[in-house]
């Protein structure tokens, strides 16, 4: 069992940074792979980083690569989501998510999520 719990969203303007956290918790040693979803009101819960938990690999979307920087904190369990340069197009539910083999991508092989995190970026 792992649990995921974020925080750090909340309001910013245009330009601005943000950076958000995620605690797992439980059989922390099973996770392989965590990353970063987001979905905004009518649209599609969509990818947008990962990391490998070991080997710190790296893997972002397209809409987010040299903006946003996705890390981790081993030892605390922990992983981050550094936004910059933010766009009123970031706005969205970001979700915290995990899973035991592959990395974090794709919708329907995640196995843990978190309750996920409103950002909101105004213009």
């Known amino acids: 069992q792992v649990q995921l719990v974020e925080s750090g969203g909340g309001l910013v303007q245009a330009g601005g940074s943000l950076r958000l956290s995620c605690a797992a918790s439980?059989?922390?040693?099973?996770?392989?792979?965590m990353g970063w979803f987001r979905q905004a009101p009518g649209k599609e819960r969509e990818f947008v980083a990962s990391?490998?938990?070991?080997?710190?690999?790296?893997y972002y979307a397209d809409s987010v690569k040299g903006r946003f920087t996705i890390l981790r904190d081993n030892a605390k369990n922990t992983l981050y989501l550094q936004m910059n340069s933010l766009k009123p197009e970031d706005t969205a539910v970001y979700y915290c998510?995990?899973?035991?083999?592959?990395?974090?991508?794709?919708?329907?092989?995640?196995?843990?999520w978190g309750q996920g995190t409103q950002v909101t970026v105004s213009s």
């Open positions: 439980g059989r922390t040693s099973s996770i392989y792979s």
């Open positions: 998510a995990a899973q035991k083999a592959g990395v974090v991508r794709y919708l329907y092989q995640i196995e843990h």
């Open positions: 990391i490998t938990w070991s080997g710190g690999r790296t």
